[in-house]
Every structure is written in structure tokens, then in C-alpha cells.
């Protein structure tokens, strides 16, 4: 089963011939976009839910990488639907394939080049220099922005 992403649907040209799905967050993104594909696939593709369980998996998956401030919720049911249905995530999403791969999940990219490796973040405020595993709307110490590094 393939779960198709937001991205994969802006680079594709037709619908995969095999049986697919989607979760309606995806729908609604084309349709915030005025995709004119929308129009052309809409009775034909299929949209599920995900499991509550499935995206409580995703999203302790999301925070070990780091990914957790860097995906939509959108994205994070894409995952999550793709755990439900033991499918390959088509997504040309960094952080979804990051996630996809620590968690065992199959993707593929469609327009763009695929991650190498797995890439853990960290985040770090542009004023003050504090560091920290979570995403912030703002540092907790200065209130400056908070800003995505990769871990080393």
C-alpha cells in the first residue's frame, strides 16, 4: 500500500497504479493550494484516518530525531497512516523520511532526491546561544527565536 504525501501528489504527473491512500490532512493541503489535479483525481483516491495509537508512535519517534517541531500535523498522520497500513510513504518531506527511516518504514521520493542518513536536531536560540532538544516557539530564557541544527 503506498500513503501518499502532499509533496508527492505536487510532483506527480498521475495517480500510482497501485492500491494507495492518504489521510484527509493531505486533501485539505490540496485544496488550501487549489491543486487543479484535485479536481482531476478526487473520486479516485482514497482517504483514511490514522490510529491514535500509530501517532503516539510517530510522535515519540518525531522527538528522539528532533523532528518533532520540524513536521505538520499533517505529516506526522501521513507517518502515522503508514504505520496502520504497513505502506511505503511517498514524500519528497526530509523530516518524513527521517522519521519513516528510524521508524522502519519503507518511502520513496518523487521529485527530489531521497535522505542518505538519518539526521538528528538539535535547536538553538539566536540570541542568547541556548541549547535544546525540543522545539520552542521561543527560548525559554530570552524569548529570541529558537533555530534547527543538526546534531553532531
Not at 485544496?31 to 483514511?48: C, N, Q
Not at 495509537?53 to 513536521?71: I, N
Not at 501521513?78 to 514524500?91: E, P, Q, R, Y
Not at 518511502?107 to 535547536?123: L, S
Request: glycine share 8%; hydrophobic share 40%.
Amino acid at each position: 500500500m503506498i500513503v501518499l504525501d502532499s509533496s508527492a501528489f505536487f510532483s506527480m504527473d498521475a495517480l500510482p497504479e497501485e492500491e494507495h491512500v492518504c489521510p484527509p490532512g493531505v486533501i485539505r493541503e490540496l485544496t488550501k493550494y487549489e491543486d487543479p489535479r484535485l479536481a482531476l483525481w478526487g473520486d479516485m483516491i482514497r482517504v483514511s484516518e490514522c490510529s491514535k495509537e500509530s501517532l503516539a508512535k510517530v510522535e515519540d519517534a518525531a522527538k528522539k530525531t528532533g523532528d518533532a517541531g520540524r513536521l505538520s500535523p499533517v505529516d506526522m498522520t501521513v507517518l502515522a497512516l503508514a504505520v496502520d497500513v504497513n505502506g511505503t510513504i511517498w514524500s519528497d518531506d526530509y523530516s518524513i523520511q527521517n522519521v519513516a527511516k528510524v521508524m522502519g518504514l519503507g518511502f520513496k521520493p518523487i521529485g527530489m532526491k531521497g535522505i542518505e542518513k538519518v539526521v538528528k536536531w538539535n535547536y538553538k536560540c539566536i540570541g542568547c546561544g541556548k541549547w535544546s532538544k525540543e522545539k520552542y516557539p521561543e527560548c525559554p530564557i530570552c524569548g529570541s527565536p529558537m533555530k534547527a541544527c543538526r546534531r553532531k
